[in-house]
């Protein structure tokens, strides 16, 4: 299997979500999308689709 590198940031995660929920006639605080933006990205390290690397710029 071919390893290809991704990049997954927690803001557009939380963007989507907040455009997504409001498309469905909800209407949640920023603290909630923030929230849910965090819990799919641990759920994706949980999962082993991403691996959590901290680069130092």
């Known amino acids: 299997m071919k390893e ?8 557009e995660i939380a963007d989507f979500f907040f455009q997504e929920l409001m498309n469905r ?3 949640p ?3 909630e999308i923030e929230e849910m933006a965090d819990i799919t990205f ?16």
């Open 4 to 11: 290809i590198e991704v990049f997954i940031d927690t803001e």
């Open 25 to 27: 006639g909800y209407v």
């Open 29 to 31: 605080t920023e603290e």
């Open 42 to 57: 641990e759920y994706l390290i949980k999962k082993c689709i991403i691996d959590e690397d901290a680069e130092e710029e």
